[in-house]
Every structure is written in structure tokens, then in C-alpha cells.
């Protein structure tokens, strides 16, 4: 069984792949204003970009469960907030703070993964 924060990193890699073809294809039929498609590009980009340091870190910092919960926290509320607001800014418009705390979260779990006492890298045979 893998770790689950392995497990939470592919997941989240593989559905931002998915989000980030949806915002470029069937998004733009129901969203006209080019920021707001801008928004979920960007949500999609950091999701990704997140889900590889999660998986990362679950590999080389398995014991540093500080920064993984970080990361996935902020992947949750960074970039859930932008896809939320970017479908219904009106409807979701409470979730607007939601996206600078998942920011905070995701810049802490670079710090606590900086600070990690002794990675573990994988031996090459």
C-alpha cells in the first residue's frame, strides 16, 4: 500500500492535468473573460507543480509529514478557491480569502521541507 501522501500527490497531479484540459476546452464556452481563464490556468499550474513536490517530498522527507500536510492543504485551498470562483464568483465570492491562506500554506511547506533534518535519497544501483 502506498504512502498517503503519495497516494494524495499522484491523485492530485492526475486531476490537475484533467482540470487544467478542462479550463482550456470546455471552459472557454461557458467563460468569457479572459482573467477569470486565467485564474484556472493558474490553479491548474500550481496544483501541478505542488502535487510533484508532495510526491517528492513523500519520497525523500517521508518522516517530515508537516510539509505534506502543507502542501495538500494549500493545493486544497489555493487552488480549489480559484476553480470555485472562477465557475461562480458570485456564489463563492466567501471563498476569496480561502486563497491567500492557501498560499501561506503552500510557501510553509517549502520552509518545512527546507528544514528537514536528513532526506533520504534513493541509493542507484
Do not use: E
Not at 479550463?23 to 500550481?46: C, E, F, M, S, V
Not at 470562483?85 to 510553509?108: A, H
Amino acid at each position: 500500500m502506498p504512502a498517503p501522501f503519495w497516494t494524495i500527490g499522484c491523485l492530485y497531479g492526475a486531476s490537475s492535468v484533467m482540470l487544467g484540459a478542462f479550463g482550456a476546452h470546455g471552459l472557454k464556452k461557458r467563460i468569457a473573460d479572459p482573467q477569470r481563464i486565467a485564474n484556472w490556468g493558474t490553479a491548474a499550474q500550481y496544483q501541478l507543480m505542488h502535487s510533484v513536490a508532495l510526491t517528492f517530498a513523500s519520497a525523500i522527507a517521508p518522516q517530515n509529514t508537516i510539509a505534506m500536510s502543507l502542501f495538500t492543504a494549500g493545493m486544497t485551498m489555493f487552488s480549489g478557491s480559484l476553480y470555485l470562483l472562477t465557475l461562480d464568483p458570485q456564489r463563492f465570492k466567501w471563498m476569496g480569502p480561502v486563497t491567500p491562506l492557501g498560499g501561506v500554506c503552500l510557501i510553509g511547506g517549502w520552509i518545512a521541507l527546507a528544514v528537514t533534518k536528513r532526506p533520504v535519497f534513493p541509493k542507484v544501483k
